[in-house]
Nanobody, 124 residues
Framework: QVQLVESGGGSVQAGGSLRLSCAAF????????MAWFRQAPGKQREGVAV????????NYADSVKGRFTISQDNAKNTVYLQMNSLKPEDSATYYC?????????????????WGQGTQVTVSS
């Protein structure tokens, strides 16, 4: 059974930083594409960052480029999302997603596996 467990959300002031973690269980981690999506109330889920685990290739949404970094720890089957220079518009529930195929950031629909979500609130 595949399980993605997220942690690290919280509340910060604008300009602050948070690091989210997503640990993968019951999954062939090395042949995985892992992504972070976020969803604010009343809005569609949007892609934030994606990483192909075997190559380390990454891609980011324009809105977070230069501020967010996706990284991995293979020994822990974990990906991270380091979020710096946070803005109020970054406030959302952040979800980790995984699949054996990299579908990019344009749609959440193809990803088969999802974490439970972790809340990020940025105050001005």
């Amino acid at each position: 059974q595949v399980q993605l467990v997220e942690s690290g959300g919280g509340s910060v002031q604008a300009g602050g930083s948070l690091r989210l973690s997503c640990a993968a269980f019951g999954y062939t981690y090395s042949s995985t594409c892992m992504a972070w999506f976020r969803q604010a109330p009343g809005k569609q889920r949007e892609g934030v960052a994606v990483m192909r685990i075997d190559t380390g290739n990454t891609n980011y949404a324009d809105s977070v480029k230069g501020r967010f970094t996706i990284s991995q720890d293979n020994a822990k089957n974990t990906v991270y999302l380091q979020m710096n220079s946070l803005k109020p518009e970054d406030s959302a529930t952040y979800y980790c997603a995984a699949d054996s195929v990299c579908y990019g950031l344009y749609s959440a629909e193809p990803y088969r596996y999802w974490g439970q979500g972790t809340q990020v609130t940025v105050s001005s």
